[in-house]
């Protein structure tokens, strides 16, 4: 519900208030109502036309979801009608809105849709909602192989970049006696969101690898109030712990224990230590299983914000995830560029679902966006349709935050007269000027000013003294389309001055020559 959408003020108000559901369903289309419309209507009052908004309809699941409820809205709102109505409202976390909803009313199939729904468009938490429902024992499920199936949700939310599937697959490893795994995802979880609850299980896993560290996390522990860990201490260090515990924990016949967290002091004395703590009464209540306490800082923030790296997921008939592929296959980052398999996967979105990428509002939100990446992308995209004026402009405004790739794709355009056809050399060679530390640029300035320096520190930054490979390399980016947009008259450009400096150099000339004349 944190997703969808907030209550408006007047609903927090007035929602236990007859008169407030009765002026809700007054406004409220008929097809939602327990009953005729026309008892509503009191004194030949008018309604505004545009008077039921999205803001309505979101206090309305608000008031028609919530436990404890007024009778009001059972007896003015049909809730079947209702959810139908939440079919075509307006909000892309609206799935996730009626997942939740069907699992409150015990429709557990209709949750499992629900979330299947919500995650194609992108909605991660409800991956980790499927694989926490699944892996429950008392649904019992017989379609589903409970805990292996639930670990297969969790660990696609997990490569989606997911903190909150990392304590799932930990706890699901730990049952299985799988220490190491769980260790590892235990102290990842902790770098990126420290938490008391992780740093116990970690103690619980190292007692029987690391015994001084496990003492030292439990001792952490004890402090933030952990019985667990006081009863482990009491087990090994009876002299000084066993007394505490006896003194500090009090076992009520409830199956519920209290323990007070120590507040750790200056001195490891038991007398100083304990100075400000009671001895607790008996204390009933639900036990909280996580509490969120600060152990340590990461050495960097963290975001929450999902991180999304498409090439691990394996599943092409998504369209969010063919779409992202595209945009990672086309990156400003030079090893994870492949702008070939970036335009077959664009082919395959328009066959398998017939949608154009141009279409899409994913790709309006990043062609409008002002992420150099994002930026970048874009404009290789565009180049590998042809679209070479559009692709200019997003180039030119990429090397205007300071992109690299985007002044060499400028300079490319403009000094090979790829744009309309007419060559700006002068132009091209500034912009290729402006990127000192890519070889492309280099290769072209290079070429321009042969007694210049910028051979040599194209030689230190690709690492070889042989200027044929290297023009050759600069020759088999534009030939074969996977990191340049494919260009068959610049490669050839390349794959003569590397046939020239072979030949200087007397090595052997017959593969660069079966390039130069291959027609492709």
């Known amino acids: 519900m944190y997703c969808f959408g907030a209550p408006s003020p007047q609903y927090l108000l007035h929602r236990n208030q007859q ?166 995802l235990y102290s990842t979880h902790l770098s990126k969101n420290p938490s008391f609850y992780v740093t116990e299980k970690i103690a619980l896993l190292l007692r029987s690898t690391n015994l001084e560290l496990a003492q030292k996390l439990s001792k952490y522990c004890v402090s933030r109030g952990s019985i667990s860990c006081l009863e482990y201490l009491a087990r090994v260090s009876p002299d000084f712990w066993l007394p505490i515990y006896a003194k500090h924990v009090k076992v009520s016949k409830s199956p519920c224990e209290f323990f007070m967290p120590i507040q750790s002091g200056q001195s490891d004395m038991s007398k100083t230590l304990f100075s400000a703590l009671k001895p607790p009464e008996s204390h009933h209540g639900l036990v909280i299983e996580a509490v969120h306490f600060p152990y340590r800082k990461s050495d960097k923030p963290f975001s929450k914000r999902p991180i999304f790296d498409p090439e691990m997921i394996d599943d092409n008939d998504s369209e969010s995830i063919l779409f992202f592929k595209c945009f990672s296959l086309a990156s400003e980052n030079f090893r994870s560029r492949n702008l070939e398999l970036c335009g077959k996967y664009i082919a395959l979105m328009k066959e398998k679902s017939n949608i154009s990428l141009f279409g899409m509002k994913l790709w309006k939100d990043k062609n409008f966006s002002t992420k150099r990446n994002d930026i970048i992308s874009c404009g290789f995209i565009y180049y590998i349709f042809k679209k070479i004026n559009k692709a200019y402009h997003l180039f030119l405004k990429a090397a205007t935050l300071g992109s690299q790739v985007g002044l060499t794709m400028l300079g490319i355009i403009e000094f090979h007269g790829l744009l309309n056809g007419k060559r700006m050399t002068d132009l091209g060679i500034r912009h290729f000027m402006l990127a000192p530390t890519n070889p492309v640029a280099l290769a072209h300035l290079a070429i321009i000013y042969p007694k210049e320096s910028y051979l040599d520190r194209l030689k230190d930054i690709v690492n070889s003294e042989n200027e044929g490979k290297i023009f050759e390399w600069v020759g088999d980016m534009f030939f074969y389309g996977v990191k340049l947009p494919k260009n068959i008259f610049i490669a050839r450009m390349f794959y003569a001055i590397a046939l020239k400096r072979y030949e200087t150099s007397g090595d052997d000339v017959q593969k660069i020559i079966q390039k130069l004349t291959t027609q492709k």
Request: positive net charge; aromatic residues 12%.
């Open 19 to 184: 008169a407030y559901s009765s002026h809700i369903a007054l406004i409220s289309p008929p097809g939602i109502l327990a009953f005729e419309k026309n008892r509503l209507v009191e004194d030949g009052k008018k309604i505004p036309p545009d008077s039921f908004s999205n803001q309505t309809m979101i206090d309305l699941a608000f008031a028609l979801l919530i436990p404890n409820k007024s009778p009001n809205w059972d007896y003015y709102f049909n809730f079947a009608k209702v959810i139908i109505l939440f079919h075509e409202f307006p909000n892309k976390y609206t799935p996730a809105f009626l997942a939740i909803t069907s699992l409150r009313q015990g429709n557990f199939q209709a949750f499992l849709n629900y979330c299947k729904r919500a995650i194609i468009s992108g909605n991660i938490d409800c991956m980790n909602l499927i694989g926490e429902f699944i892996g429950m024992p008392s649904l019992n499920m017989k379609s589903f192989d409970g805990v292996s199936e639930s670990l297969c949700w969790f660990k696609r939310a997990l490569r989606l970049k997911s903190i909150d599937s990392i304590k799932p697959i930990a706890q699901i490893y730990s049952s299985r006696e799988d220490n190491l795994k769980a260790l590892h």
